[in-house]
C-alpha cells in the first residue's frame, strides 16, 4: 500500500514535468523573443522557493484552514470555467439562448489588458458578460460555496464516525 501512494506520486510529478516540457518547447518554437525563456525561469524559482517554503513551514500551518481557503480559490476557478463554457458554446453556435450583454466594463477593464487578462485566465472574467455567463457562474458559485462552507465552518454538519462499544470478555463466553 505505502509504496502504492509513492509510485503514484513519481508519476504525478513526472507527468506534470512532462507537460511543462510540452508546452514550453511549444512556445520556445514560436520565436517568442526572450520573455518566454525569461518567464519559465521565474516561474521555476517562484515554484522552488514556495517548496522551500512549504516544506519549512509545513509544520507550522494550520492545514485545515489553508484547505479550506484554497478549496474556495479552486471554486472560484470552476465557476469561471463553467461561465467560459457557455461562452465557448455560444461562440461554436450550439448555445445561444441568454446572450444580452449584462454590462460592458471593456473601456473600465478589457479582457486585453494586463489585470483583465489575469482575471480571465483565472477566474473566467469577461468584460461584457452574458446573462447566460451570469447565470452559469452564478448558479454555480453559491451552491457549491454554501456547501463548502457548510461543512467546513460547522463541525456539526460534519459526519461523525461512530466507534463500536468495548467487547468484553464476559460478552464472549
Not at 522557493?49 to 489553508?66: E, H, M, S, T
Amino acid at each position: 500500500m505505502g509504496t502504492d501512494v509513492g509510485r503514484h506520486g513519481i508519476f504525478a510529478v513526472a507527468r506534470e514535468g512532462l507537460e511543462t516540457v510540452v508546452f514550453l518547447m511549444a512556445t520556445f518554437q514560436q520565436k517568442v523573443g526572450i520573455q518566454a525563456p525569461l518567464g519559465a525561469l521565474l516561474g521555476y524559482a517562484a515554484a522552488i522557493a514556495v517548496g522551500i517554503g512549504i516544506y519549512q513551514g509545513g509544520i507550522r500551518i494550520n492545514l485545515r484552514k489553508f484547505f479550506m481557503w484554497t478549496g474556495a480559490f479552486i471554486i472560484l476557478v470552476a465557476a469561471g470555467l463553467s461561465a467560459s463554457a457557455i461562452r465557448a458554446l455560444h461562440e461554436a453556435g450550439i448555445w445561444n439562448i441568454g446572450q444580452a450583454v449584462v454590462f460592458d466594463w471593456s473601456s473600465t477593464l478589457p479582457t486585453h489588458g494586463l489585470i483583465g487578462s489575469i482575471l480571465a485566465g483565472i477566474f473566467g472574467y469577461s468584460d461584457a458578460p452574458t446573462v447566460s455567463e451570469i447565470l452559469a457562474y452564478f448558479g454555480y458559485l453559491i451552491p457549491t460555496l454554501l456547501l463548502f462552507f457548510s461543512n467546513s465552518f460547522f463541525p456539526g454538519n460534519r459526519v461523525k464516525q461512530s466507534t463500536p462499544p468495548p467487547v468484553r470478555l464476559s460478552d464472549r463466553l
